[in-house]
């Protein structure tokens, strides 16, 4: 819609509008992003009653909080785009309307600044079925420029909302939540290592007030990108929010014509943080995802924390025939098999095969593996190099960053922006991938780069894509020392994603859970680890092993000759479960459960057509109080009648302190979709570190 005084626009999908305006022809803002609203929703009402009240101490107009909020316009907060020319002088840009594009699903809104040869482009593209709105910015110049900072199409922060979730985290403590109160000034999160990341994921949501896993309105956020991002949530003077994201500021290195800001993804959501995380999961699953292979997800054995690098083809044999003998259904050759790689000081980027390990090359153990029943991955760092590699010594320079560079790991990165590096990585790889019948690779990303670079990123984009190009069926998992690297981005062009090089548990269980906000099950991998676990010391048992690594796509990782008889009988029993069940479980939404105790961590696992259902239910500490709360379930027909069944009460034995008989102990029961989401579930008394498996049937 477009007058004289103001131009409008709408996108619409089963559960938001988004409703974008402007002042004649200037950079438009939204004016508003909610629930659907009527067709015949006046917008230029809309427009003028966004428009705030001026009074003391401001100017005589509110400057606009503009999808690229600018600087020439008096603009109070941090403007949206942050340029200077080649010879370094700052250009202030203010962009007039030159045309807009319009289609069912897609918006692209295009401005120039005729003085200084700019011209910006905003594009939203929204999705009926996974209710996600994709938003893109793109900065062409007639003059190469430098690029400071660019956000992708800025969106207005909710007034009726008291804080902000964003996520954290370490090396084998990845996706930790941050809540942060809103207040005058800005919350500013910026990753410059050169990678998405262990300690800023980016992501972020906001629930308005009141908003609970399964109830109320949030917002949510995510930044496609794989290089590093800035995020920033700002509060401006006169009240109004805007959050911004976009590449870490600085990330382009060379003055350039053009510009792009990766995928912003958006969701606006009424029923609580599992709206966002239901869109977030359909979205990436069913349109970023592209599947090497239309197989079931298999189960997965890894040899890394059997064997680590001491590699013995008898050992890895007798392993994998055990790991085949409990149901995994690939096996997967860790780091150790290249090179004199007999540690992690030495051999990244000599990609061939250790003839001290491997005499007959990698095909006595790969016939062993496909003789057991299982497909055959294995183990690439392709990025990364050794000072004490054959590579390094005859290609120093194409190390990134300087020679005297503090190591990560005993390594430096491969300069992926040089084509010349691209090619060599490819064609050792490519040489293997020929050579043997392998379809999975294990992508490892295991230090951060001395500096962030666009190019960078870019350049490994172009190998993996190049790569799936000529290896189709062959799938990659994306790790970064666990889950240093886990975004949209990365997730075009991989399938699955190691969320974290913790295999204890406990942590999994938290990690999972808050992962589930984001990431569907069908790309999470989560193993079996060990009895003990090598990166906590912690002891757990194996139900609770188990069961958690159920949670998502499943495998083990740990060696299979420490199984006592019990371990493996309840190892089988919970994979045939999983395998049983995954054809529903992999397209199923994760809805993460209000569990009434706060040391129940629970999620509910809901079939696309409603039909089923199964809920987790760990407990990871000890309740303050004496008996277990009841758990509400969601998202069930309030009419309708549920089989509920505790699918694990064999493999878990009831300890001497529950005395009690709850029936759920004893057989199944029929209850309704009401009494279940308002009355709820209540479970066997239980230790910590204990999971409890609920099945559920639409009667």
Request: proline share 7%.
């Amino acid at each position: 819609m477009i007058d004289e005084t103001f131009q409008a626009w709408r996108l619409d999908d089963v559960r938001q509008t988004l409703v974008l305006a402007a002042r004649r022809t200037r950079l438009p803002e939204v004016v508003y992003w909610g629930p659907p609203l009527p067709a015949e929703e006046d917008l230029a009402t809309l427009f003028h009653a966004h428009a705030l009240d001026v009074t003391g101490g401001m100017l005589d107009e509110n400057p606009d909080l503009s999808i690229c909020p600018e600087a020439s316009r008096t603009f109070p907060g941090q403007p949206g785009l942050i340029i200077r020319s080649e010879g370094g002088t700052p250009l202030l840009p203010k962009f007039c309307y030159d045309r807009a594009d319009q289609t069912d699903d897609t918006l692209t809104l295009r401005y120039k600044d005729a003085d200084l040869g700019l011209h910006y482009a905003a594009q939203f593209k929204t999705d009926p079925d996974t209710r996600v709105i994709t938003c893109k910015a793109t900065l062409d110049t007639d003059a190469p420029v430098h690029l400071h900072w660019m956000a992708a199409p800025v969106m207005p922060g909710p007034q009726l909302s008291d804080e902000m979730i964003d996520v954290a985290g370490r090396w084998t403590g990845e996706f930790q939540l941050n809540r942060t109160a809103w207040s005058p000034g800005m919350r500013y999160r910026e990753n410059r290592t050169g990678r998405t990341g262990h300690e800023h994921f980016p992501g972020l949501i906001v629930p308005c007030r009141g908003a609970t896993n399964t109830l109320g309105q949030a917002y949510a956020f995510h930044y496609g990108w794989s290089g590093g991002h800035k995020m920033i949530a700002e509060e401006l003077p006169d009240g109004r929010r805007q959050i911004q994201f976009g590449h870490a500021a600085r990330m382009e290195v060379n003055a350039a014509t053009h510009f792009s800001s990766a995928s912003l993804y958006i969701t606006f959501s009424d029923d609580g943080l599992n709206g966002c995380a239901v869109a977030f999961q359909r979205h990436l699953r069913d349109r970023i995802v592209t599947p090497a292979n239309d197989r079931p997800r298999p189960v997965h054995y890894n040899c890394w924390e059997a064997v680590y690098f001491d590699h013995k083809l008898d050992v890895l044999k007798d392993i994998a025939t055990r790991a085949a003998d409990l149901g995994a259904e690939r096996f997967v050759l860790d780091d150790g098999w290249f090179g004199q790689r007999d540690d992690d000081t030495t051999s990244l980027s000599d990609w061939e095969v250790d003839p001290r390990k491997y005499p007959d090359g990698l095909g006595p153990l790969i016939d062993h593996v496909h003789a057991a029943g299982m497909s055959f991955g294995i183990w690439f760092e392709p990025e990364m190099i050794n000072p004490d590699s054959n590579l390094h010594r005859a290609h120093p320079d194409w190390a990134l960053g300087s020679e005297d560079q503090t190591l990560g790991r005993q390594q430096k990165a491969l300069n992926m922006g040089l084509p010349e590096v691209r090619d060599f990585v490819y064609d050792r790889m490519a040489a293997i991938l020929s050579e043997y019948p392998i379809d999975y690779i294990k992508w490892d990303h295991n230090r951060v780069l001395p500096a962030p670079d666009a190019d960078q990123t870019r350049g490994s984009y172009a190998l993996i894509d190049r790569l799936r190009a000529d290896f189709p069926a062959v799938e990659i998992e994306s790790c970064a020392s666990g889950g240093g690297r886990i975004d949209f981005g990365i997730l075009k062009r991989t399938q699955r994603v190691w969320l974290s090089d913790s295999n204890d548990a406990l942590e999994r269980l938290k990690m999972q859970h808050n992962a589930a906000l984001f990431l569907p099950m069908s790309v999470t991998g989560s193993h079996v680890g060990p009895r003990r676990c090598h990166t906590s010391g912690r002891v757990l048992d194996i139900s609770f092993r188990a069961w958690v690594a159920a949670q998502r796509h499943m495998g083990f990782e740990m060696d299979p000759r420490e199984l006592d008889p019990r371990e493996e009988a309840v190892l089988r029993e919970v994979t045939s479960w999983w395998k049983h069940n995954r054809d529903w479980l992999i397209p199923a939404d994760i809805l993460r459960l209000d569990s009434a105790d706060p040391a129940v961590i629970a999620e509910q696992q809901m079939a696309r057509d409603h039909s089923r259902f199964v809920v987790f239910a760990g407990k990871a500490g000890t309740s303050t109080q004496i008996a277990p709360r009841p758990l509400r379930l969601t998202r069930l027909e309030p009419d309708a009648r549920y089989r509920v069944t505790l699918v694990n009460r064999n493999n878990i034995a009831p300890p001497a302190l529950s005395r009690g008989n709850p029936i759920l102990k004893e057989r199944s029961i029929e209850v309704s979709g009401t009494w279940l989401m308002t009355q709820g579930l209540t479970l066997p008394w239980s230790f910590p570190e204990t999971m409890w498996v609920l099945e559920g049937e639409k009667l």
